[in-house]
Structure formats: C-alpha cells, structure tokens
C-alpha cells in the first residue's frame, strides 16, 4: 500500500477519536480543543495525499474511491456531531449531507457506464469551506468575530454545497442519459 493510500486509511482511523474527544463529557473544556486538533490533522492528510500521489504519479482506484469517501466519512460525522452540540441546524446538515449521497449516485451510474467524474473547483472549495466551518464552530470561541465567522462560513460553505451540486449535475447530466 502506498503513502497516499496509507494517509487516507489514517484519516478514517483518526474519525471515532475525533468524535470521542468532541462528544464525551470526561474531557470538559478540553474535549473540543483535542478534536479540532484530530480534524485538522486528519483534513491535512486529505491535502497531502492528493498531492503526494499525483506527483509521484501514484494514484490508485483505491484512492480513487475511498479518498472522497474518507472526506465525505470525516465531514459528516464531524457535522451530524455539531447538531448535537447545538453548533450547527439539521436542516444545513441534512442538504450538505444529501448533496454528496447525489454526487455518490451520479459517480456510481457514471462508472457503471465507464465514466468517471473528476472533481471540481467547485466541489474543492466547497470541501475546504466545509471543513474551515467545522474547525471553527468546534472551536467554538466565545467572541462576536469568532461567532461570525462561524455563521459566515456556515451558509458560505452551505452555498457552496448547492453551487457544487448545480455544477456536476450541468457538467454531467449526459451521464444519466448514457445508461447501458
């Protein structure tokens, strides 16, 4: 297994320690320092392993498959954990969520017709906002710019979300059109 693969494999690993730090009680104003830490660490490792297999030319269908899903597996845990904490509304939750069960049925009937669907700029920059919001609300910092930032980020990672979405579907509705 190669070093691309072995940081997508660490960063699904890191995902229970993370949600334990930020959702036990033993850790009481420490718990949420620990898992922003985690998630940080392990939304680097998503940085990484994209660079490192591409200049050493060692892209797998392995980290074709589970590098989105490890991405995907990180954000939501970290974002359905932020409901319970009351950081983040189910609503934002349940359409970012919906979002990327949409794009995982779009890739899966691509594939199925020999297509594949690379990501987008938009679908990046939705990731990165995605995870800027998450770091920032487990932060949680009890200052009005922090809390702005929070609820910028939120609906600017939420637009996002929809933006991304629009794209794949315009940028590959011939995919649906295509079937076997």
Partial sequence: MNLPNKLTIMRIILIPFFVFFLLTPYFEGYGNYIAAAIFIIASLTDLLDGKIARKYDLVTNFGKFMDPLADKLL???????????????????????????????????????????????????????????????????????FQMLGLLLTYTALALTVISLIDYIVKNKEVLKEQK
């Fill in 75 to 145: 954000v939501c845990a970290a974002m359905i954990c932020l409901i319970e904490s009351g950081q983040l509304s189910a609503w934002i939750v349940i359409i970012i969520i919906s979002r990327e069960f949409i794009i995982s049925g779009f890739r899966l009937v691509a594939s199925d017709n020999g297509v594949v669907i690379a990501a987008s700029y938009w679908g990046k920059f939705k990731t990165t906002f995605q995870m800027l919001m998450i770091i920032v609300l487990i932060l949680d910092i009890q200052m009005k710019f």
